[in-house]
């Protein structure tokens, strides 16, 4: 009987299925069928693993946004002498298309080492928290939209515009234009598979997580590219989508994805140092 209001008011109260009492049972949030704790311990990893996993998973939505909205404001900005780098097709074709099964994947990543050694999180603290929203906007979301709005004015640069240039059909930078508008869609999907891998881990280092212990996202990062591919060097698709082949362009693009998980995993290890010095 003394069982039940300390189970009643433990966080988690935890009875034993077999010899314990049936107050006891009433009363706990959990009952060991078997009486093993290593129920318990397995629980929680899941538990924690599935947190985690949430986590990644809008940690790698919210990364796209600066990359879609920063070139939009840039033309706004410059009141139209710096033309608008995606059209509204392609921000749809990276929202519903390219994002979708990599982000998908990211839910089925294996428990990060060490993740039982960690200490409980804050109590009330929510899955969306001040360090997810700095990490995908200021740290993944900035560098990409600094390497895809770069790449954007580096090939119009290449053809000889500058700003204030008219770019519309019929015009001789037309051409250059849609390459420009193109190779803004492929960086953002090359920054997509660097945020992907980025995501992947939290604490860890990735290559303590493994390169391949995830088949679900290389099948997604995969689709992603095919799906690049179809929109570019389709001529119905790529008129329809607004791009064009890439050639020389897709040089600017190669180093988009380990750039940005180059960025994230330098400011990740300075702040564990930070951590560990405080």
């Known amino acids: 009987m003394n069982d039940a209001p300390a189970l009643q008011r433990a966080d988690i109260g935890v009875a034993m299925g077999a010899s314990g009492t049936d107050v006891a049972r009433e ?23 599935v947190f985690a996993n949430v986590r990644k998973f809008i940690l790698y939505i919210f990364a796209h946004a600066p990359a879609e909205v ?14 608008l780098p995606l059209t509204v097709l392609q921000v749809l074709a990276i929202d519903l298309g390219t994002e979708t099964l990599p982000a998908l994947a990211l839910g089925r990543e294996p428990a990060e080492p060490g993740i039982m050694g960690r200490p409980p999180r804050a109590r009330g603290s929510g899955v969306i928290d001040r360090r997810l929203l700095v ?9 990409s939209a600094v390497l895809v709005t770069g790449g954007f004015i580096a090939v119009l640069l290449a053809a000889g515009w500058m700003p204030g240039d008219p770019t519309g059909p019929g015009t001789p930078l037309h051409s250059a234009y849609v390459s420009a508008t193109a190779t803004t869609f492929a960086g953002i999907v090359a920054c997509q598979v660097g945020t992907a891998w980025a995501a992947r881990t939290e604490h860890a280092r990735l290559r303590d997580v493994g390169l391949w212990s995830n088949p679900m996202l290389l ?6 590219l095919v799906f690049l591919a179809v929109l570019l060097y389709v001529p119905p698709i790529a008129a329809a989508f607004g791009t064009a082949p890439l050639s020389w362009e897709l040089l600017i693009l190669l180093p988009f994805p380990a750039i940005v998980w180059g960025v994230d995993a330098l400011v990740r290890a300075r702040r564990a140092r930070e951590g560990e010095a405080s």
């Not at 060991?32 to 693993?49: K, P, Q, S, Y």
């Not at 990490?135 to 560098?143: D, K, S």
């Open 27 to 49: 009363a706990a949030t959990m009952v060991l069928t078997g009486d093993d704790f290593g129920g318990i311990v397995a629980a929680v990893e899941a538990g924690r693993r």
């Open 70 to 83: 920063v070139p939009f404001l840039v033309f706004a900005l410059s009141g139209g002498a710096i033309p």
């Open 135 to 143: 990490r995908a906007w200021a740290v993944l979301g900035m560098t």
């Open 219 to 224: 099948w997604g990062i995969a689709f992603e």
